[in-house]
Antibody, heavy 119, light 113 residues
């Protein structure tokens, strides 16, 4: 069974750093891309970027370039999304999702990681 | 960037009636080399991650009830729920994957009238 399991809820203060994770199982992790999607409270879906764990090829939405870093560790089937200095506006639910290629639909999604940034 | 515009923002439909959601892209998402529309539809229920319903604009994902159908080509697309069921209450999103970056429409909330 294909699964993407994300790390748990985070509560952080502005200026703190954070790295959340998405672990894949039930498929060959290095054969699929992983996208990250943001959903701010009560809002729609925003595509942030994508990584191919096989060679760490990474592409970012212009809206998120320089704001976050996407990485992966193929030895443990895990993709990451990280911030070096959080802002209150980073408060959102973050989803990872699997794709066969970089220009493809997402067939499996993680359960989401809620990040709350508040002083 | 390709902008995806959905309409309406919300709609209320009686049980058993048809629901129609529209999605328009700012440029064609039809890839001429393979004649495929790079367009997907997702369903998101409260407190849940999105779920893939339709891809290549009209191909139903395995396990998705056949009351869900997708149509359209180029820049104009439609998701139709032929006979609305209570469990279909959700927000529906279109997404293009024609080019970077992959953008979503703003979503359409479907409720029971």
């Amino acid at each position: 069974e294909v699964q993407l399991v994300q790390s748990g809820t985070e509560v952080k203060k502005p200026g703190e750093s954070l790295k959340i994770s998405c672990q894949g199982s039930g498929y060959s992790f290095t054969d699929y891309w992983i996208s990250w999607v943001r959903q701010m409270p009560g809002k729609g879906l925003e595509w942030m970027g994508i990584i191919y764990p096989g060679d760490s090829d990474t592409k970012y939405s212009p809206s998120f370039q320089g704001q976050v870093t996407i990485s992966a560790d193929k030895s443990i089937n895990t993709a990451y999304l990280q911030w070096s200095s959080l802002k209150a506006s980073d408060t959102a639910m973050y989803y990872c999702a699997r794709q066969v290629s970089s220009r493809y639909h997402s067939d499996y999604w993680g359960q989401g990681t809620l990040v709350t940034v508040s002083s | 960037d390709i902008v995806m515009t959905q309409s309406p923002d919300s709609l209320a439909v009686s049980l058993g009636e048809r629901a129609t959601i529209n999605c328009k892209s700012s440029q064609s998402v039809l890839y001429s080399s393979n004649n495929k529309n790079y367009l997907a539809w997702y369903q998101q229920k409260p407190g849940q991650p999105p779920k893939l319903l339709i891809y290549w604009a009209s191909t139903r994902e395995s396990g998705v009830p056949d009351r869900f159908s997708g149509s359209g080509s180029g820049t104009d697309f439609t998701l139709t729920i032929s006979s609305l069921q209570a469990e279909d209450v959700a927000v529906y999103y279109c997404q293009h994957y024609y080019s970077f970056h992959l953008t979503f429409g703003g979503g359409t909330k479907v409720e029971i009238k």
